[in-house]
């Protein structure tokens, strides 16, 4: 809809915007060029897209619903044991023609990487100009990059360099 920078309205019902503002949700990109189409969707809920060259990353925020709600958003009730995510959507509720099945994949952390290929986390560590300190702490640029270089290939480490 959008291939370039700009905005348009959709029928009253969304507003969609294409530029460069905004913060991204991995601090390991934030020092590229941005891309981010905004979403403004009703009920109060916006939609932004970080377009990256291999991926994309996504944030909603919107407000809680009367008598409540259910979903990857969350329950809004500051109880992250019952908010769901991953879960399927039956054909009656698919905003789309054809339900695309989803796998659930299992979490991966640095751990994992530096104990079952040693030598792929030591790359890692080189490719982003990372020592074991700079990834002890999951939210840091250099943990995104040796995960990013660990578990998606070495091609992230260009997107990810915070260096």
Request: aromatic letters at 6%; glycine letters at 8%; hydrophobic letters at 35%.
């Amino acid at each position: 809809v959008l291939a370039g920078f700009g905005s348009i309205d959709v029928a009253g019902v969304a507003a969609l915007r294409y530029d460069d503002q905004g913060t991204v949700v991995d601090a390991a990109q934030s020092h590229l060029q941005k891309h981010i189409v905004h979403l403004n969707l009703p009920l109060d809920t916006q939609v932004e897209v970080m377009r990256w060259a291999n991926h994309i990353n996504m944030r909603i925020t919107m407000t809680p619903r009367v008598g409540g709600q259910d979903g990857d958003c969350g329950t809004f009730n500051n109880d992250p044991h019952d908010d769901v995510t991953g879960h399927a959507v039956s054909g009656n509720e698919c905003l789309f023609h054809h339900l695309t099945p989803v796998r659930p994949s299992p979490d991966h952390d640095i751990e994992e990487c530096k104990t079952q290929d040693p030598t792929k986390y030591h790359l890692a560590l080189k490719t982003c100009h990372a020592t074991d300190e700079d990834v002890e702490h999951e939210g840091s640029a250099k943990y995104g990059c040796v995960f990013d270089v660990c578990f998606a290939g070495p091609q992230y480490a260009a997107q990810d360099a915070a260096m």
